[in-house]
């Protein structure tokens, strides 16, 4: 009898574990190649957004603020966040990115600038930090340019599990690549799912599709959970001395409701949403 190949079948979590593997294996050469000179240290728009938020409801500077920075990369926002005088839990998959954040914090503590607030990074996810603090609820969740990378399913556990961390009235704040980020020139639509997930041209970033995000895909995943919500359309280079990307910022709070119900959707309340430019 002649030798048969078996082939078995891919499961989508397989494939999405692949995608994530191999966009993880990415930022890591970029870190490990490109290092601090990523960004630089200059504060994200998106963490300015969320720092001018906190600071005008926090005027009196009293209340001790706890900061979730997700996808904290090297801890350029984090530092700006600690200079402000919040409390930060940087958190990245990425442990090169998370040990550049560690000697980032340790310098600046020792070089004689002021950081009033304190910093704790973790190389790992949400669930594996918070599994030992259990019952711990934070002031704000931050994450600047991470979900467009995210396959639908993860979009949405990501965005769920977040909300489920934060306090009564806690900011949440996020931004993505929007649709205007979309750049024929190095980029193509995936058949069947244009207007909403794009990949590279380029063979070496195979595997690395680009899931736009829109105000419906943010507010479906989370918006009954928040009030006072805000979309901004700002810009940011995609890495130092490159092109700008397009970003959809979403800053809302969150309705006491979620917590003291949490087994039971609040009901439908009309929404405070406001969309601004920033360039």
Known sequence: MGSKS????????????????????????YY????????????????????EAILNRHSSRSERVEIVDWGCGYGRDSLYFLELGF????????RKAVALARAAYKRRQTSGVPLIGSASFHAGHLRSVFKSRVG??????????????????DFCSAMREAIGYLEQAAYFCVSARSRDDFNSAVME????????????????????????????????????????????????????GAPDTHLLVMLGRTRPSCFTAPKSRPPRERRSEAVINIQ
């Open 189 to 240: 639509w995936i058949p069947g799912r244009e207007q909403g997930f794009a990949k590279y041209k380029d063979p070496a970033r195979d595997g690395h599709e680009i899931a736009f995000v829109t105000r419906e895909r943010l507010l479906r995943a989370v918006g009954n959970d928040l009030t006072d919500t805000n979309f901004l359309s700002i810009t940011e280079p995609e890495r130092a």
């Open 87 to 94: 409390d930060v839990i940087g958190i990245d998959v990425s």
């Open 32 to 51: 490990e190649d490109c290092g601090y000179g990523l960004w630089g240290f200059s504060p994200s728009p998106t963490a300015r957004i969320l720092a």
């Open 136 to 153: 711990q609820k934070v002031c704000a969740f931050f994450s600047n340019r991470v979900l467009h990378l995210l396959s639908e399913p």
């Open 6 to 29: 078996i082939m078995r079948a891919v499961r989508p979590t397989e494939l999405r574990a692949s995608d994530k593997a191999r966009i993880v294996g990415t930022w890591q050469r």
